[in-house]
């Protein structure tokens, strides 16, 4: 009981030490939080640590990877790397290599969305529709562009 006790402290010290010195930049239009749950260490798993901990985040950091991905399909597809294995199977046969721009353009509206959710007006993003994603007049009362509905 004294070692959990004295763990939970630790934690919660080094949880204050990330929000004083803003380690994480946390978003403005939401709670700033670090959820943490602390449990026994495994009996089954032998660790020369004391303490062994799993950290689940999700963050807005991941769109960078994103756009790494982007920019490396963008180069590969300018000089139509790798396509050929595809035109083998029947749904590219005829060139129609549509699969992939309608995939790059969904990543890129991921993209997006990641980088506006960085922004303290987030809550209001899409709501005007920049992007056009409701077809018709760009009013709520478009439908849902199929090719970006998830």
Known sequence: MVLYFLLFHQVHESLQRIRERKLVNFIEWGPASIQV???????????????SGLMLASHTSIRHLFSKCLSQYEKLRKKQAFLDNYRKFPM??????????????????????????????????????PDHILTGEGSGTGTVDPRLAV
Not at 37 to 47: C, G, W
Not at 111 to 126: L, M
Request: with cysteine.
């Open 92 to 129: 590219f046969a005829d060139n129609d290599l549509s699969e992939f721009d309608e995939s790059r353009d969904i990543i890129e509206s991921l993209v997006d969305e990641y980088k506006a959710c960085e922004s303290p007006d987030y809550i209001k993003w899409g709501m005007e529709d």
């Open 37 to 51: 749950a602390l449990s026994r260490k495994s009996p089954y798993v032998q660790t020369a640590h004391r303490v």
